[in-house]
């Protein structure tokens, strides 16, 4: 069973940056794609951001776009969340997931079968 830990989260005021980690146990780390998604207050579960397995390849959200950043570090089991420049609108519970097979639907939550439990991020204006 794959465990998946998040941390870094917490109250930044607008433009500054924060990063995102999340920790894996259990399971073939390496062989994961590992994505990101939020959820804001009465809202949907958003994809973030993905990184394949292969870590070069990465796709990220629009609204995100430029300003994050998603990396991966196999040694160390971890995927992280490079954010800069937020704004009050990325506001939200940011949880991180391991898809254990390759997958073109990498924005559906429905592709990944394993969750950390999220950790707050929250932008003052």
């Known amino acids: 069973q794959v465990q998946l830990v998040e941390s870094g989260g917490g109250l930044v005021q607008a433009g500054n940056s924060l990063t995102l980690s999340c920790a894996a146990s259990?399971?073939?780390?390496?062989?994961?794609?590992l994505g990101w998604f939020r959820q804001a207050p009465g809202k949907e579960r958003d994809f973030v951001a993905v990184?394949?397995?292969?870590?070069?390849?990465?796709y990220y959200a629009d609204s995100v776009k430029g300003r994050f950043t998603i990396s991966r570090d196999n040694a160390k089991n971890t995927v992280y969340l490079q954010m800069n420049s937020l704004k009050p609108e990325d506001t939200a519970v940011y949880y991180c997931?391991?898809?254990?097979?390759?997958?073109?639907?990498?924005?559906?939550?429905?592709?990944?079968?394993?969750w950390g439990q999220g950790t707050q991020v929250t932008v003052s204006s």
């Open positions: 997931a391991a898809n254990r097979y390759y997958g073109d639907a990498y924005y559906d939550i429905r592709e990944y079968d394993y």
């Open positions: 259990g399971g073939t780390f390496s062989s994961y794609e």
């Open positions: 990184i394949k397995s292969n870590g070069r390849n990465t």
